[in-house]
């Protein structure tokens, strides 16, 4: 049991069409009820649904955040690609930089703070994703890996209090393997040391679900999680919340 204050973030990746939206209809009760005590509950949908979500969720305190963004605080020659001012100007407060499966793909950690830096730039709150991969984790490189992108990820970014640091370890995200408490609890430790001053807010991604949520409510660090795939099920969604606060 928890009686901090929470934030569950649903990562909806590339799942979703406006029949979705009525699978929502039990969140969006949940949200106005007293079940949930203390806690914030966003969701971040593909681009294509984020302004259907908004006017879902218009009447409710759930928020609404995008999956990523283009580095560019301008407008240009970017076919295809979305920026923080135009999130924003849709109603996106949140942005979700540096998930592994786009760093996968090419994203570095020069490209996701210049991202950082936009987003900042307009006013969004940033959940900046780092994470070990399973190689590296067996060659003990854990700590210099979340090192890196965390000191890189950030550099030069002083006010850190609309950053939101998402720990998923590679090999957990959508594999049903969580880490061992006690190495989710160094790592968490060790992430937090990594801040002087007001801490930004520390989550846990990684197949987070309702059967292991009693166990990783009990780091006593962290702020909140960052969930994949259980997310497109409102059911579980909401058995994650209250598991938490009981």
């Not at 090419?106 to 969004?124: D, F, R, T, Y």
């Not at 070990?132 to 090192?147: D, H, I, P």
Request: proline share 2%; with cysteine; hydrophobic share 35%.
């Amino acid at each position: 049991m928890t009686n901090k204050y929470m934030y569950f973030i649903a990562n909806w990746k590339m799942f979703g069409t406006k029949n979705s939206l009525n699978s929502l209809n039990k969140v969006i009760r949940f949200s106005k009820s007293k079940e949930i005590k203390k806690g914030r509950l966003i969701y971040c949908p593909p681009f294509t649904l984020i302004s259907s979500f908004i006017k879902k969720f218009e009447n409710c305190l759930i928020d609404i955040g995008a999956q990523n963004c283009h580095e560019s605080e301008n407008y240009g020659s970017h076919t295809g690609s979305i920026n923080c001012k135009m999130l924003k100007d849709i109603g996106a407060n949140y942005v979700i930089i540096g998930h592994s499966e786009n760093r996968k793909k090419g994203e570095n950690n020069k490209l996701i703070n210049q991202k950082i830096k936009s987003a900042m730039k307009a006013n969004l709150k940033v959940i900046l994703c780092v994470g070990e991969t399973f190689s590296e984790k067996k060659r003990g490189k854990t700590k210099s890996v979340l090192s890196s992108q965390i000191k890189m990820g950030l550099h030069k970014i002083k006010k850190k209090s609309n950053i939101f640091i998402a720990y998923e370890p590679v090999w957990s995200i959508g594999t049903g393997r969580i880490p061992k408490l006690s190495d989710l609890e160094k790592n968490v430790d060790f992430i937090k040391k990594k801040f002087k001053g007001k801490l930004p807010k520390i989550l846990y991604g990684g197949s987070v679900n309702p059967q292991n949520i009693n166990q990783l409510k009990k780091i006593q660090d962290l702020n909140g999680f960052l969930i994949g795939g259980a997310s497109l099920n409102s059911k579980k969604f909401i058995d994650i919340v209250k598991k938490t606060y009981n």
